[in-house]
């Protein structure tokens, strides 16, 4: 099943923060994170392991409730450059298979 | 290092035609895998290799046939397209399984008309 994601757009102006979530109905062994530019290939940003231990990748950072079964990324004091479709990745259940969410697009205005 | 490399870029079939989409990496990666993303459905995984000589169905399979042909060679095959298989297609490859970083290639844009 795949991870839901929230919200679906958002719309900044640089120098501002946001946050984007992402919750799974199954448990969940791992919680990765990528980012697409349009007609790019998604690249990798993060991967959290069960634990909650928050990573970080420059100001963008990411936790991983195991509990909750939801993941959120915390991007502060967004660039220009942050502009992109993010999304989630969850591993888990039974197969153990890399299941996407359908992606938040983010845009950062001047 | 070119890391993931996939032809080709762009094509164009007719109902009940066949094609093969290449993919190659050169990181000594083990796993391969191949994606298709639609407009607001993100991506989904059609097969994967998790090493050489082994494949596996993922999400969306009907349709579509894979080759692991080495190490560094992982193909996709449409055996009778159909306009419902219209989408972008990306390979990618890990290290170590599906728990590892994923690294995707530039993508095949496909249109069966």
């Known amino acids: 099943q795949q991870p839901v994601q929230s919200p679906q757009a958002v719309i900044l102006r640089e120098g501002e923060d946001a946050v984007i979530n992402c919750s799974s109905s199954k448990a969940l062994y791992s919680v990765h994170w990528y980012r697409q530019k349009h007609g790019e290939a998604p690249v990798f940003l993060m991967i959290l392991l069960k634990g909650g231990e928050q990573k970080g990748h420059e100001k963008i950072s990411a936790s991983f409730n195991e509990k909750k079964q939801q993941s959120s990324l915390y991007l502060t004091a967004s660039q220009l450059s942050y502009s992109g479709t993010y999304f989630c990745g969850f591993v888990g259940g039974s197969a153990r298979q890399l299941t996407f969410g359908s992606g938040t697009q983010l845009t950062v205005l001047p | 290092n070119a890391g993931v490399t996939q032809t080709p870029k762009f094509q164009v079939l007719k109902t009940g035609q066949s094609m093969t989409l290449q993919c190659a990496q050169d990181m000594n990666h083990n796993s391969m895998y191949w994606y298709r993303q639609d407009p607001g459905m993100g991506l989904r995984l059609i097969y994967y290799s998790a090493s050489e000589g082994t494949t596996d169905k993922g999400e969306v399979p009907n349709g579509y046939n894979v080759s692991r042909l080495n190490k560094r060679e992982f193909s996709l095959r449409l055996e009778s397209a159909a306009p419902s298989q219209t989408s972008v297609y990306f390979c990618?490859?890990?290290?170590?399984?599906?728990?590892?970083?994923?690294?995707f290639g530039p993508g095949t844009r496909l249109t069966v008309l």
């Open positions: 990618a490859s890990s290290s170590q399984g599906m728990g590892d970083t994923q690294y």
